[in-house]
């Protein structure tokens, strides 16, 4: 008898799988388009953004230096003529 009815229940379940299936992917889509989950391509973009972002932070800090290096020389240059 239990046998019967774990068989009449997995032909049920079996059954009501596909609609079972597409109703809760459409809960989980809805979910995550509500919440924004980042995909692969967000992850894509920032990554790509960070890259390209790297190089002027590189190029901007080795102009800084350079600045730093001809201030220093200018401040030293007015020192010494304030003291002349």
Do not use: H, I
Not at 47 to 64: K, P
Request: glycine residues 2%; hydrophobic residues 40%.
């Amino acid at each position: 008898m239990a046998s019967r009815r774990d068989y009449l229940r997995s032909l049920l379940s079996d059954a009501m799988l596909p609609l079972t299936r597409q109703v809760l992917e459409d809960v989980v889509m809805e979910v995550l388009n509500d919440r924004r989950v980042p995909t692969r391509t967000d992850f894509q973009e920032l990554r790509d953004t960070l890259n390209g972002m790297r190089g002027q932070v590189s190029a901007a800090t080795s102009t800084l230096r350079r600045l730093e290096k001809s201030v220093a020389a200018l401040e030293e240059k007015l020192n010494s003529k304030a003291e002349a």
